[in-house]
């Protein structure tokens, strides 16, 4: 089992930065893929980016080259960034985890892949 728990500010202007936390407890092994993903409001829940514990990083084109998940200081942590801010980035973001079965097996950014999930936080870009 594992437990997830994502922080960071709610509230940004458009063109600043959004920087968010997801602090991960329990098995280890169940959380080798870390995933952010965002649902914004009347839309379906949408992939942002994943990172497996070798630090391989994957993005969706909504934010490619602007965004960055890098593995914080502390080996549970995971951080996502995202510059250049839109009112469009207004989200529920979530973090998830899953287990990673060896080298060959690739973190996609597909929600349906992963088991774990941290309970959100809410996100406003305003212009």
């Known amino acids: 089992q594992v437990h997830l728990s994502e922080s960071g500010r709610g509230s940004v202007q458009a063109g600043g930065s959004l920087r968010l936390s997801c602090v991960a407890s329990?098995?280890?092994?169940?959380?080798?893929?870390i995933g952010w993903f965002r649902q914004a409001p009347g839309k379906e829940r949408e992939g942002v980016a994943t990172i497996d514990h070798t630090g391989r990083a994957l993005y969706m084109d909504s934010v490619k080259g602007r965004a960055i998940v890098s593995k914080g200081r502390a080996e549970n942590t995971t951080n996502l960034q995202i510059d250049f801010l839109k009112p469009e980035d207004t989200a529920i973001y979530s973090c998830a985890a899953r287990a990673q079965w060896g080298g060959g097996d690739v973190c996609f950014i597909r929600g349906r892949d992963f088991e774990f999930w941290g309970p959100g936080i809410q996100v406003t870009v305003s212009s």
């Open positions: 329990g098995d280890r092994a169940g959380r080798d893929c």
